[in-house]
């Protein structure tokens, strides 16, 4: 199975030892997304609802840069700081799946090591 690094054109690279995508034959894994501009690298503040968004966005971006669409997400991590606000992830997370065709999915409590950053969202996807 070949490997390989999807190089995104715009986006800024990672200070920390990693890569957004990873390409293996025909999976797609991203390394989790977070309310973060892409192209700067900054974190973006923001309550739960504007940081879900903001991951989902990402995630899209970044599949669209490499051909694929959110109906190509088999899996999808969701790593939340605090459960209560689950209602809320699940409001805007069902807004960018067609219904019926979502993805498995596990939804864990785990605190980011980056400060104010409420959620994090990872995937991989089949093309």
Same mark, same amino acid.
């Given at each position: =199975?070949?490997?390989?690094? =999807?190089?995104? #054109?715009?986006? *800024?690279?990672?200070? @920390? #030892? %990693?890569?957004?995508?990873?390409? *293996?034959?025909?999976?797609? %894994? @991203?390394?989790?997304?977070?309310?973060?501009?892409?192209?700067?690298?900054?974190?973006?503040?923001?309550?739960?609802?504007?940081?879900?968004?903001r991951s989902l966005d990402n995630i899209k971006f970044l599949l669209s840069s490499c051909g694929a669409t959110m109906d190509d997400i088999v899996k999808v991590v969701i790593y939340m700081r605090n459960l209560k606000d689950f209602d809320k992830v699940n409001e805007i997370y069902s807004q960018y799946f067609t219904k019926g065709n979502e993805p498995a999915r596990v939804t864990m409590q785990a605190i980011s090591p980056i400060e104010n950053i409420d959620i994090e969202i990872e995937i991989v996807a089949f093309k």
């Open positions: =199975m070949k490997r390989e690094i =999807m190089i995104i #054109p715009g986006i *800024a690279k990672p200070d @920390l #030892p %990693f890569n957004h995508v990873v390409r *293996a034959d025909r999976f797609l %894994f @991203l390394t989790s997304q977070l309310s973060v501009d892409l192209k700067t690298g900054i974190i973006q503040s923001g309550n739960i609802v504007e940081q879900t968004q």
